[in-house]
């Protein structure tokens, strides 16, 4: 069974910045596309960042510069570093990858920014 668990979320101020993890069990990490997406509450989720099995990534023009997608095999763990938040990027954060011909998402994470 896939399991995605976020974790990292929280409360920052305009212009600071958050780390985001994303813990998988239950795949062969090394070789999955992982991806984070985020969600405000009514939207669709959004695609944000991509990493494939050879580190090459993949961003949301609106992200980029800003966030770094990141993975560490031995952990099975990619991560999220978002620096300069700003009030729009407030929203659910999730992890996102592809399994056996289904998306597989964590329960997400919730990043609040003050302006």
Same mark, same amino acid.
């Given at each position: 069974?896939?399991?995605?668990?976020?974790? =990292? =979320?929280?409360?920052?101020? +305009?212009?600071?910045?958050?780390?985001?993890?994303?813990?998988?069990?239950?795949?062969? /990490?090394?070789?999955?596309?992982?991806?984070?997406?985020?969600?405000?509450?009514?939207?669709?989720?959004?695609?944000?960042?991509?990493?494939?099995?050879?580190?090459?990534?993949?961003?949301?023009?609106?992200?980029?510069?800003? /966030?770094?997608?990141?993975?560490?095999?031995?952990?099975?763990?990619?991560?999220?570093?978002?620096?300069?938040?700003?009030?729009?990027?407030? +929203?659910?954060? /999730?992890?996102?990858?592809?399994?056996?011909?289904?998306?597989?998402?964590?329960?997400?994470?919730?990043?609040?920014?003050?302006?």
């Amino acid at each position: 069974q896939v399991r995605l668990v976020e974790r =990292g =979320g929280g409360l920052v101020e +305009a212009g600071g910045s958050l780390r985001l993890s994303c813990a998988s069990s239950g795949i062969n /990490f090394r070789i999955h596309k992982m991806n984070w997406y985020r969600q405000v509450t009514g939207n669709e989720r959004d695609f944000l960042a991509s990493i494939d099995s050879d580190g090459s990534t993949n961003y949301q023009d609106s992200v980029k510069g800003r /966030f770094t997608i990141s993975r560490d095999n031995a952990r099975s763990t990619v991560y999220l570093q978002m620096n300069n938040l700003k009030p729009e990027d407030t +929203a659910v954060y /999730f992890c996102n990858t592809y399994y056996k011909t289904r998306d597989c998402w964590g329960q997400g994470t919730r990043v609040t920014v003050s302006s």
